[in-house]
Each structure stands twice: as structure tokens, then as C-alpha cells.
């Protein structure tokens, strides 16, 4: 029988970070707003106020439900995409790639919400992936991405 020889598991080309907490908050969000707006468009004529709603109160009211869970779903869409040759960095609405040989540093300072990837010219990006208030879940994010900065500049 041939030997086996422990080898170091392989780092995976591509890892993906997101942040926790407010993912669960947007996906909570959501639905109860959907619902909630739903409901109220959908029984508004039964009410006697003394108040007269037609259809297109109604169909108003749920539209602005359905506004408002996309509204709680962006929340959901920050992620930091590392690979071998940069970040791709996405926030709440814009998209960043990054190279490695872009990114000066990767900080994330007392009191403050997110990290920030340094760049030229006292500049940074924000990294939204990685939240403060994430606790234990931020600590091991922002040493993963280290660790990929370190090993993708060697210097």
C-alpha cells in the first residue's frame, strides 16, 4: 500500500463575505412589510372611518408595500468577493473590483461601523461586508481578508 502524506487543505480560489446581522434584519423586514402594507390595501374600504378609499388607494397602498420590502431587501446585497487577484467589493448600491496591487491597506478603526480598504492618496473604500456589529463573525472576516492581502503581496 502506498503511503497517504498529510498535505495542508487547499485554500479555496474565491471566498465570499456578507455581512450577519443585517441580513437577517432585511429578510425579516421584508415579508412583514409586504404583508403588513398587503393587509392594510387590501381590507382599506372595509374601515368605517367615514373616509373613502377606491380601488386605486388600494393598489397604491400595496405598491409602497412592496417598495418598501425592496427597499429592506438591499440590505441584504453588501459582500466582499476575494480572489487570488483583488476584491470585488459590493456595497448597498455601487460595485468595486479592486486589485491587490490598488489596495494599500485594510483598516478598521475604533468606533467605526465597517472596514475601509486603504487606497492611494488618503483615500478609502468601504468594505459594508464587514460590520462592527457583527462581533466574532467581523473579527474572523477582517482576519480572513488580511490573511488573502498578505499572501497576495508579499513584500
Known amino acids: 500500500m502506498a503511503e497517504q502524506t498529510k498535505t495542508e487543505p487547499a485554500r479555496p480560489a474565491t ?12 429578510f425579516t ?14 381590507f382599506m374600504r372595509v374601515t368605517y372611518t367615514g373616509a373613502h378609499f377606491r380601488i386605486s388607494d388600494q393598489v397604491a397602498m400595496v405598491i409602497v408595500g412592496l417598495l418598501l420590502a425592496a427597499g429592506a431587501l438591499v440590505l441584504t ?3 466582499l468577493i476575494i480572489t487570488e487577484d ?6 448597498f448600491i455601487a460595485r468595486k473590483q479592486l486589485a491587490w496591487t490598488e489596495i494599500l491597506g485594510i483598516s478598521f478603526p475604533d468606533k467605526a461601523y465597517f472596514a475601509k480598504l ?3 492618496h488618503d483615500e478609502h ?12 463573525r467581523a473579527v474572523k472576516a477582517i482576519r480572513i481578508l488580511r490573511a488573502r492581502y498578505a499572501a497576495a503581496r508579499p513584500e
Open 77 to 79: 446585497r453588501p459582500r
Open 86 to 91: 483583488g476584491v470585488d467589493v459590493r456595497g
Open 15 to 26: 471566498v465570499v463575505l456578507r455581512p450577519h446581522l443585517i441580513r437577517i434584519i432585511g
Open 29 to 42: 423586514l421584508a415579508p412583514i412589510l409586504a404583508i403588513a402594507f398587503g393587509s392594510a390595501g387590501i
Open 125 to 136: 473604500y468601504p468594505a459594508i461586508a464587514i460590520q462592527s456589529w457583527d462581533g466574532p
Open 118 to 120: 486603504d487606497l492611494p
